[in-house]
C-alpha cells in the first residue's frame, strides 16, 4: 500500500510561483507512477503532469515541472506564471500496475492524496 501526502499549497497572486510536494509512505513508492492532478468543483480531476518511477517527466504546457526524488520518497510540481486559472485541488497520485486507461487519466491510479488547496487571485 502507499499513502500520499500532499503541501505546499495555499494563497498566491497571479504571476507567482509555487512549489507542491507529494510524500510518500510505505516500501512501494519507488515503483509508482506518480501524477498529478487537479479538480474544481465545476470540471472532473484533470491531468496536470506525471513522473515515471524511472523519473521521465512529463507535464501539461511549459508552465509545469513535475521532478522526483525516490530517496526522500517525494515528488514535487513546481509551477510558475499561475493565473487564477490555475485555482484548484491539486492531487497526487500513485499508479502501481499498468492498466487499460492512459497516464493521463484519473482512473489509472490506484492510490490518492487527501489534495492541497492551491487558490490564485488576479
Known amino acids: 500500500q502507499v499513502r500520499l501526502v500532499e503541501s505546499g499549497g495555499g494563497l498566491v497572486q497571479a504571476g507567482d510561483s509555487l512549489t507542491l510536494s507529494c510524500g510518500a509512505s510505505g516500501p512501494y513508492f519507488s515503483h509508482c507512477d506518480i501524477g498529478w492532478f487537479r479538480q474544481t468543483p465545476e470540471k472532473e480531476r484533470d491531468f496536470v503532469a506525471h513522473?515515471?518511477?524511472?523519473g521521465v517527466p512529463d507535464a501539461v504546457g511549459g508552465r509545469f515541472t513535475i521532478s522526483r526524488e525516490n530517496a526522500k520518497n517525494m515528488v514535487y510540481l513546481r509551477m510558475k506564471l499561475l493565473t487564477p486559472e490555475d485555482t484548484a485541488v491539486y492531487y497526487c497520485a500513485c499508479r502501481l500496475k499498468s492498466g487499460g486507461y492512459r497516464f493521463t487519466d484519473h482512473l489509472a491510479y490506484e492510490y490518492w492524496g487527501q489534495g492541497t488547496q492551491v487558490t490564485v487571485s488576479p
Open positions: 513522473i515515471t518511477s524511472e
